[in-house]
Protein backbone atom coordinates (compact mmCIF):
# COMPACT_ATOMS: atom_id res chain seq x y z
CA UNK A 1 0.00 0.00 0.00
CA UNK A 2 1.63 3.12 -0.75
CA UNK A 3 2.04 5.82 1.37
CA UNK A 4 1.74 9.80 0.75
CA UNK A 5 3.43 10.45 -2.75
CA UNK A 6 5.75 13.17 -3.23
CA UNK A 7 6.79 15.01 -6.38
CA UNK A 8 9.77 16.04 -7.48
CA UNK A 9 12.05 15.08 -4.39
CA UNK A 10 14.38 18.18 -5.04
CA UNK A 11 14.12 21.55 -7.28
CA UNK A 12 16.42 24.29 -7.73
CA UNK A 13 14.54 27.51 -8.73
CA UNK A 14 15.41 31.15 -8.83
CA UNK A 15 14.38 34.32 -7.34
CA UNK A 16 11.15 35.40 -8.67
CA UNK A 17 10.26 32.21 -10.60
CA UNK A 18 6.82 30.39 -10.31
CA UNK A 19 7.14 26.24 -9.03
CA UNK A 20 4.83 23.44 -8.40
CA UNK A 21 5.05 20.61 -6.30
CA UNK A 22 2.81 17.62 -6.54
CA UNK A 23 1.20 14.97 -3.90
CA UNK A 24 -0.65 11.74 -4.33
CA UNK A 25 -2.33 11.18 -0.84
CA UNK A 26 -2.53 7.59 0.73
CA UNK A 27 -4.96 5.30 -0.71
CA UNK A 28 -8.59 6.26 1.20
CA UNK A 29 -7.17 9.43 1.90
CA UNK A 30 -9.70 12.31 0.53
CA UNK A 31 -8.01 15.60 2.67
CA UNK A 32 -4.27 16.57 2.03
CA UNK A 33 -2.60 19.70 3.60
CA UNK A 34 0.44 21.17 3.29
CA UNK A 35 3.14 22.30 5.25
CA UNK A 36 6.26 24.44 5.17
CA UNK A 37 9.55 23.05 7.15
CA UNK A 38 12.33 25.35 7.65
CA UNK A 39 15.67 24.30 8.42
CA UNK A 40 15.65 23.36 12.03
CA UNK A 41 12.04 24.17 12.96
CA UNK A 42 9.01 22.19 12.84
CA UNK A 43 6.23 21.98 9.60
CA UNK A 44 4.07 24.99 9.35
CA UNK A 45 0.45 24.66 8.34
CA UNK A 46 -0.30 25.83 4.83
CA UNK A 47 -3.67 24.93 3.63
CA UNK A 48 -5.54 22.26 3.33
CA UNK A 49 -8.01 20.77 1.09
CA UNK A 50 -11.13 18.18 1.04
CA UNK A 51 -13.78 18.22 -1.98
CA UNK A 52 -11.26 20.33 -4.27
CA UNK A 53 -12.07 23.43 -1.78
CA UNK A 54 -9.77 24.83 0.48
CA UNK A 55 -11.30 25.02 4.45
CA UNK A 56 -8.51 26.23 6.18
CA UNK A 57 -5.13 28.77 5.67
CA UNK A 58 -2.58 28.99 7.35
CA UNK A 59 -0.01 32.38 7.61
CA UNK A 60 0.96 32.13 4.48
CA UNK A 61 0.64 35.04 1.68
CA UNK A 62 -1.10 34.18 -1.46
CA UNK A 63 1.96 33.87 -3.82
CA UNK A 64 0.95 30.16 -2.19
CA UNK A 65 -1.69 28.45 -3.99
CA UNK A 66 -3.06 24.94 -4.32
CA UNK A 67 -5.27 22.69 -6.23
CA UNK A 68 -6.81 19.96 -5.91
CA UNK A 69 -8.30 17.11 -8.14
CA UNK A 70 -11.22 14.40 -8.08
CA UNK A 71 -8.91 11.87 -7.46
CA UNK A 72 -8.05 13.71 -4.58
CA UNK A 73 -4.40 14.64 -5.29
CA UNK A 74 -2.90 18.15 -5.04
CA UNK A 75 -1.02 20.69 -6.39
CA UNK A 76 0.77 23.17 -4.37
CA UNK A 77 1.97 26.57 -6.03
CA UNK A 78 4.29 29.24 -5.31
CA UNK A 79 4.25 32.49 -7.47
CA UNK A 80 7.45 34.99 -7.35
CA UNK A 81 9.31 32.65 -5.54
CA UNK A 82 11.87 34.41 -2.47
CA UNK A 83 14.61 33.47 -0.93
CA UNK A 84 12.89 32.57 2.00
CA UNK A 85 10.56 29.89 0.36
CA UNK A 86 13.51 27.81 0.48
CA UNK A 87 12.57 24.77 2.77
CA UNK A 88 11.19 21.13 3.19
CA UNK A 89 7.35 21.23 1.33
CA UNK A 90 5.26 18.31 2.89
CA UNK A 91 1.94 17.37 2.21
CA UNK A 92 0.10 15.22 4.62
CA UNK A 93 -3.64 13.03 3.81
CA UNK A 94 -5.82 12.32 6.05
CA UNK A 95 -9.49 10.12 5.92
CA UNK A 96 -11.85 12.66 7.24
CA UNK A 97 -13.76 12.18 10.27
CA UNK A 98 -10.31 10.13 11.22
CA UNK A 99 -7.43 11.71 13.21
CA UNK A 100 -4.07 11.11 12.52
CA UNK A 101 -2.15 12.42 8.99
CA UNK A 102 0.33 10.52 6.93
CA UNK A 103 2.83 12.83 5.82
CA UNK A 104 5.03 12.02 2.77
CA UNK A 105 9.10 12.17 2.12
CA UNK A 106 8.84 16.19 1.47
CA UNK A 107 10.30 18.29 -1.54
CA UNK A 108 13.12 19.83 -0.79
CA UNK A 109 12.75 23.43 -2.53
CA UNK A 110 16.02 25.28 -3.10
CA UNK A 111 15.25 29.06 -4.24
CA UNK A 112 19.00 30.90 -5.31
CA UNK B 1 -2.66 31.68 19.72
CA UNK B 2 -1.91 27.83 19.84
CA UNK B 3 1.65 27.30 20.40
CA UNK B 4 3.52 24.36 21.22
CA UNK B 5 7.31 24.35 22.92
CA UNK B 6 9.73 21.22 23.30
CA UNK B 7 12.46 20.88 25.55
CA UNK B 8 15.19 20.14 25.23
CA UNK B 9 16.34 21.37 22.20
CA UNK B 10 18.69 18.39 21.87
CA UNK B 11 19.25 15.58 23.69
CA UNK B 12 22.36 12.90 24.00
CA UNK B 13 21.93 10.14 25.58
CA UNK B 14 24.52 6.95 25.92
CA UNK B 15 22.67 3.41 24.79
CA UNK B 16 20.54 2.10 27.80
CA UNK B 17 20.11 5.71 29.42
CA UNK B 18 16.76 6.80 29.62
CA UNK B 19 15.58 10.12 29.48
CA UNK B 20 12.11 12.28 29.02
CA UNK B 21 11.17 14.66 26.07
CA UNK B 22 9.14 17.47 26.85
CA UNK B 23 5.95 19.07 25.24
CA UNK B 24 4.27 22.14 26.62
CA UNK B 25 1.38 23.05 24.96
CA UNK B 26 -1.13 26.22 25.20
CA UNK B 27 -4.54 25.43 22.65
CA UNK B 28 -8.32 26.00 22.45
CA UNK B 29 -9.72 23.14 22.00
CA UNK B 30 -7.74 19.87 22.12
CA UNK B 31 -8.25 17.61 19.29
CA UNK B 32 -5.48 15.32 19.70
CA UNK B 33 -1.86 15.72 20.51
CA UNK B 34 0.16 14.09 18.17
CA UNK B 35 3.91 12.82 18.34
CA UNK B 36 5.86 12.32 15.30
CA UNK B 37 9.67 10.69 14.52
CA UNK B 38 11.55 12.11 11.53
CA UNK B 39 14.77 11.29 9.92
CA UNK B 40 16.99 14.00 8.09
CA UNK B 41 15.24 14.64 5.24
CA UNK B 42 12.47 12.48 5.67
CA UNK B 43 8.83 13.30 6.32
CA UNK B 44 7.54 12.90 9.84
CA UNK B 45 6.45 9.43 10.91
CA UNK B 46 3.42 9.08 13.23
CA UNK B 47 3.96 7.49 16.18
CA UNK B 48 1.20 8.41 18.71
CA UNK B 49 -1.93 10.33 19.33
CA UNK B 50 -3.35 10.90 22.68
CA UNK B 51 -6.72 12.91 23.30
CA UNK B 52 -7.59 13.35 26.85
CA UNK B 53 -5.47 14.32 29.94
CA UNK B 54 -4.43 10.56 31.88
CA UNK B 55 -4.01 9.00 28.34
CA UNK B 56 -0.91 6.51 28.35
CA UNK B 57 0.24 5.06 24.81
CA UNK B 58 3.19 2.53 24.34
CA UNK B 59 5.62 1.54 21.29
CA UNK B 60 8.35 -0.38 22.13
CA UNK B 61 10.81 1.73 24.10
CA UNK B 62 8.58 4.79 23.72
CA UNK B 63 5.60 5.95 25.95
CA UNK B 64 3.68 8.96 25.60
CA UNK B 65 1.64 10.42 28.75
CA UNK B 66 -0.31 13.24 28.43
CA UNK B 67 -1.95 16.26 31.31
CA UNK B 68 -3.90 19.34 30.89
CA UNK B 69 -0.92 21.36 29.83
CA UNK B 70 2.22 18.89 28.71
CA UNK B 71 2.94 15.65 27.08
CA UNK B 72 5.63 13.42 27.82
CA UNK B 73 7.76 11.10 25.73
CA UNK B 74 9.53 8.88 27.26
CA UNK B 75 12.75 6.91 26.28
CA UNK B 76 13.66 3.64 28.12
CA UNK B 77 16.72 2.09 27.13
CA UNK B 78 17.20 3.78 24.12
CA UNK B 79 19.49 2.15 20.77
CA UNK B 80 21.55 4.51 18.41
CA UNK B 81 18.41 3.48 16.00
CA UNK B 82 16.06 6.23 18.02
CA UNK B 83 18.53 8.75 16.95
CA UNK B 84 16.18 11.49 15.37
CA UNK B 85 14.12 14.46 15.23
CA UNK B 86 10.84 13.81 17.57
CA UNK B 87 7.96 16.33 16.89
CA UNK B 88 5.23 16.95 18.93
CA UNK B 89 1.98 18.76 17.10
CA UNK B 90 -1.62 19.83 18.58
CA UNK B 91 -4.40 19.33 16.85
CA UNK B 92 -6.52 22.99 17.37
CA UNK B 93 -9.75 24.35 15.59
CA UNK B 94 -10.40 23.32 12.18
CA UNK B 95 -7.86 20.29 11.03
CA UNK B 96 -4.77 22.23 10.93
CA UNK B 97 -1.63 20.91 13.19
CA UNK B 98 0.69 23.11 15.06
CA UNK B 99 4.40 22.14 15.32
CA UNK B 100 6.64 22.30 17.92
CA UNK B 101 9.83 23.06 16.40
CA UNK B 102 11.31 19.46 17.67
CA UNK B 103 13.43 17.46 19.95
CA UNK B 104 16.68 16.34 18.21
CA UNK B 105 17.53 13.03 20.08
CA UNK B 106 21.09 11.18 19.46
CA UNK B 107 21.74 7.86 21.24
CA UNK B 108 25.61 7.10 20.97
CA UNK B 109 26.91 3.25 21.64
Known amino acids: DAGVTQSPTHLIKTRGQQVTLRCSPKSGHDTVSWYQQALGQGPQFIFQYYEEEERQRGNFPDRFSGHQFPNYSSELNVNALLLGDSALYLCASARTGAHGYTFGSGTRLTVV | ?109
Not at chain 2, 78 to 98: F, H, I, R, W
Open chain 2, 1 to 109: EDQVTQSPEALRLQEGESSSLNCSYTVSGLRGLFWYRQDPGKGPEFLFTLYSAGEEKEKERLKATLTKKESFLHITAPKPEDSATYLCAVQAEGNKLVFGAGTILRVKS
